[in-house]
């Protein structure tokens, strides 16, 4: 059975960082890409940043670029975000999610993890 795990989540202040974890089992995630996606209450879900494992490229909304940097870990089937310079507006269920396309930010995306809290004080 397919699975995406996330963690890292976690109260943290303004300019500081956090790293959110990815764990995927059940498919073969060196033929999928990862999308970090994130949901603020009252606002729609938003893609975040994507990572194409079968070639390392990556993409990220221009909201977070500069901040936030996704990377992987193969070996361990596990995709990383790391967030930097965390603004009070970052306040979100972080969301990862595989599909076997390219990357985009479409909702349209196989497997979806449960999602983990990030809650920046300012």
């Known amino acids: 059975e397919e699975h995406l795990v996330e963690s890292g989540g976690g109260l943290v202040q303004a300019g500081g960082s956090l790293r959110l974890s990815c764990a995927a089992s059940g498919f073969t995630f060196d033929d999928y890409t990862i999308t970090w996606f994130r949901q603020a209450p009252g606002k729609e879900r938003e893609g975040v940043s994507c990572l194409s494992t079968p070639d390392g490229s990556t993409y990220y909304a221009d909201s977070v670029k500069g901040r936030f940097t996704i990377s992987s870990d193969n070996a361990k089937n596990t995709v990383y975000l790391q967030m930097n310079s965390l603004k009070a507006e970052d306040t979100a269920i972080y969301y990862c999610?595989?599909?076997?396309?390219?990357?985009?930010?479409?909702?349209?995306?196989?497997?979806w993890g449960q999602g983990t809290q990030v809650t920046v004080s300012s």
């Open positions: 999610a595989a599909d076997a396309t390219p990357c985009s930010f479409s909702e349209d995306h196989e497997y």
